[in-house]
């Protein structure tokens, strides 16, 4: 199967999208998804290129790119679903690109890891009460 890097599928999404630094090139399907199942995966491939190495952050200057580690917005599993969905200031939008099952599983791993500790999982329902798909 013909693999696409995620920067050339993030230009595609916006040409405003840039990486600070890319670390590895994640792979995504012929049909522009992500592959990666589980919640560190998803992480690793796709949110760390730009909230960097355990989600620490970075100021480039150019961009910034806020920390997820310890990180008290994630206290409602709400907030980084919303911006999954829709997309915030300099990040993109993945409604199109991660299912809902995916989003469960990289939200329930950002809250869970990278310093911050709230263990009351997001469920699939809550993901497709929002995503409304
Ligand atoms: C192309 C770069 C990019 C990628 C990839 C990316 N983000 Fe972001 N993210 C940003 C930027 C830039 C912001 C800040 C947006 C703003 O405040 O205007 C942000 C903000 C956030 C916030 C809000 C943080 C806060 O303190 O308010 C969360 C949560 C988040 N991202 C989660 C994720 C997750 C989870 C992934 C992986 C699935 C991801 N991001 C992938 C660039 C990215």
């Known amino acids: 199967m013909n ?9 595609g999404m916006s040409s405003l999208v840039t990486y600070p630094a890319v ?3 994640p792979t995504v399907s012929e049909s522009g998804s992500f592959e990666q199942k589980t919640g560190e995966d998803l992480f690793n491939s ?6 960097m190495e355990g989600g620490k952050g970075v100021n480039t200057g150019a961009g910034f790119y806020p920390a997820l580690a310890n990180n008290p917005r994630l206290s409602a599993a709400g907030y980084p679903i919303f911006i999954l969905l829709n997309g915030l ?32 999982k997001t469920t699939l329902e809550e993901v497709k009460s929002m995503s409304n798909r």
């Open 23 to 25: 670390a590895g090139t």
């Open 89 to 120: 200031g300099g990040m993109p939008s993945f409604k199109h690109y991660l299912s809902d099952e995916q989003i469960v599983e990289v939200v329930n791993y950002i809250r869970t890891n990278l310093g911050n500790d709230y263990p009351e």
């Open 46 to 51: 796709i949110c760390q290129g730009c909230h």
């Open 3 to 11: 693999k696409l890097t995620l920067s050339a599928l993030l230009l």
